[in-house]
């Protein structure tokens, strides 16, 4: 959830879905958000690198997420909800998405098996990079959109492209009269 107000966006999450900043003069994208994954968990403490963490096997299992957990009751269940706030600036754009976006591949317990067979090499670590949808990929495809319906077409259309195994939401905001 999130709003923005006064030249900032104030935002709430839980799980899986992200929020981005993307800058069109530094050519730049922040991810917000933090995924409430088991994933996310093991490639903080170190323990995978950030190819692996794109192909999983276990990259589905939220750790957090609305309605608590399947031993509480959904109508009872308690969440910790994060909070934060940045500021926002005529150049950038704010975009929401569902985890469609990043978990679009298909093929990933492949990729992860022949990504850890070989050692993590180099070229395998390629080979996923260009099979999944990555951070960079999503900031190349908004910056170079016209419009952010354009945009949000366009990362449709990846996300298709690379398998579009779950559901894809997607939600791009600017305002240009912010300050530079």
Do not use: C
């Amino acid at each position: 959830a999130g709003i923005v107000a006064d030249g900032q966006v104030h935002y709430g999450w839980v799980g899986d879905s992200r929020a981005y900043v993307l800058n069109r003069d530094h050519e730049t994208i922040s991810r917000l958000t933090k995924d409430h994954a088991f994933v996310e968990e093991l490639h903080e403490m170190g323990e995978i690198d950030a190819v692996e963490a794109h192909v999983h096997p276990r990259g589905n299992e939220i750790t957090r997420a609305l309605g608590g957990t399947p031993e509480e009751d959904p109508e009872t269940a308690a969440i910790s909800v994060e909070t934060s706030s940045v500021p926002l600036y005529a150049a950038d754009r704010l975009l929401v998405t569902s985890d469609g976006l990043i978990d679009a591949q298909t093929d990933a317990p492949d990729l992860y098996d022949r990504y850890v067979d070989s050692d993590r090499a180099d070229d395998v670590a390629e080979e996923v990079r260009e099979a999944v949808v990555t951070d960079e990929e999503i900031r190349d495809v908004v910056l170079d959109a016209d419009s952010l319906e354009t945009a949000a077409a366009a990362l449709g259309a990846l996300t298709n492209d690379r398998g579009g195994k779950d559901n894809f939401s997607a939600l791009l905001v600017a305002d240009e009269t912010l300050p530079e």
